[in-house]
Nanobody, 118 residues
């Protein structure tokens, strides 16, 4: 059981990207999802969370530009990033609490690099 993040790439400032995080394996439930990012030389920081009650939280720096969502049937969740800025450049990591046949816990995806050019 693992999480696989994808969708990163190089984009110009003002552009958009959609990141995906897919859970593989026999998954019974996926809850309490989140995206984090780590820029070079900086600590990992929270970007967005989608909570069990479907409420969302966003870092102040991304409010109004990023949207976290999920697709239940496919055990996938997303981060839609609009109006990207150079300061959004980072490796983005996903995490979720999984109840699966071989795991009860919170794995992390491997990270996907987002580079925003000015």
């Amino acid at each position: 059981v693992q999480l696989q993040a994808s969708g990163g790439g190089l984009v110009q400032a003002g552009g958009s990207l959609r990141l995906s995080c897919a859970a593989s394996g026999v998954i019974y439930s996926m809850n309490d999802m989140g995206w984090y990012r780590q820029a070079p030389g900086k600590q990992r920081e929270l970007v967005a969370t989608l909570n069990d009650d479907n409420s969302t939280n966003y870092a102040d720096s991304v409010k109004g530009r990023f949207t976290i969502s999920r697709e239940n049937a496919k055990n996938v969740f997303y981060l839609l990033m609009n109006s990207l800025k150079p300061e959004d450049t980072a490796v983005y990591f996903c995490t979720a609490f999984l109840i699966a046949r071989t795991l009860n816990g919170r794995p992390w995806g491997q990270g996907t690099l987002v580079t925003v050019s000015s």
